[in-house]
């Protein structure tokens, strides 16, 4: 296993475009996170995922955000009508279990709105 | 709410010399603590972590961090450093049966020289 695998690394977007990113996470971690880190800050909770279902979306940060994870596998996350303020790197993370068990973290993809 | 404030955004230190890595939180319920570290173009690796028991924690790499519920810190510390523990530090929370969402604080940069 290579672990939170995040694509792509880099994506480049006119202001006004949609853009979507994917992340697979660690094979049978039921449990699946977003995250978004400006520049210079820490990461921000966005919305998580057990298995299939979405159980915290309330931290999205506008309805422009949607996140899916239809078959409890792989996740995408995406952003309609991108803004310059949208720039930043977005973390995926997954964990596995209940209680308390370790997220494990993507390389993130950076994006950045022109 | 919680929140997390890491109280210094950069600490440069010198080769071999200690270093202690200072972070506060707030939180009306009990909670999980937790540093990370983030490599330049890497994902977050989880350094240590406080759950439950001993206030004392250690954790990969020589970090150990202790737990202070009075004072509601969780400082890190190296007795010394290396230089190739240059790198962005992370204080986070969790609180118990939030699904293991984590908040970030905004991070420091520890910057070891020769």
């Known amino acids: 296993d290579t672990g939170v695998s995040q694509n792509p690394r880099h994506k480049i977007t006119k202001r006004g475009q949609n853009v979507t990113f994917r992340c697979d996470p660690i094979?049978?971690?039921?449990?699946l996170y977003w995250y978004r880190q400006t520049l210079g800050q820490g990461p921000e909770f966005l919305t998580y995922f057990q298995n299939e279902a979405q159980l915290e979306k309330s931290r999205l940060l506008s309805d422009r955000f949607s996140a899916e994870r239809p078959k409890g596998s792989f996740s995408t996350l995406e952003i309609q009508r991108t803004e310059q303020g949208d720039s930043a790197m977005y973390l995926c993370?997954?964990?596995?279990?209940?209680?308390?068990?370790?997220?494990?973290f993507g390389q993130g993809t950076r994006l950045t709105v022109v | 709410a919680q929140s997390v404030t890491q109280l210094d955004s950069q600490v440069p230190v010198f080769e071999e010399a200690p270093v202690e890595l200072r972070c506060n939180y707030s939180s009306s319920v009990s909670v999980y603590l937790f540093w990370y570290v983030q490599y330049p173009n890497q994902g977050l690796q989880l350094l240590l972590k406080y759950l439950s028991g001993s206030t004392l924690v250690k954790g990969i790499n020589g970090f150990e961090a202790e737990f202070n519920k009075s004072q509601t810190s969780f400082h890190l510390r190296k007795p010394s450093v290396h230089i190739s523990d240059t790198a962005e530090y992370f204080c986070a929370v969790s609180d118990f049966g939030a699904g293991n969402m984590l908040t970030f604080g905004g991070g420091t940069r520890l910057m070891v020289k020769p």
């Open positions: 993370a997954s964990s596995s279990g209940q209680g308390w068990t370790e997220a494990f």
């Open positions: 094979s049978e971690h039921n449990r």
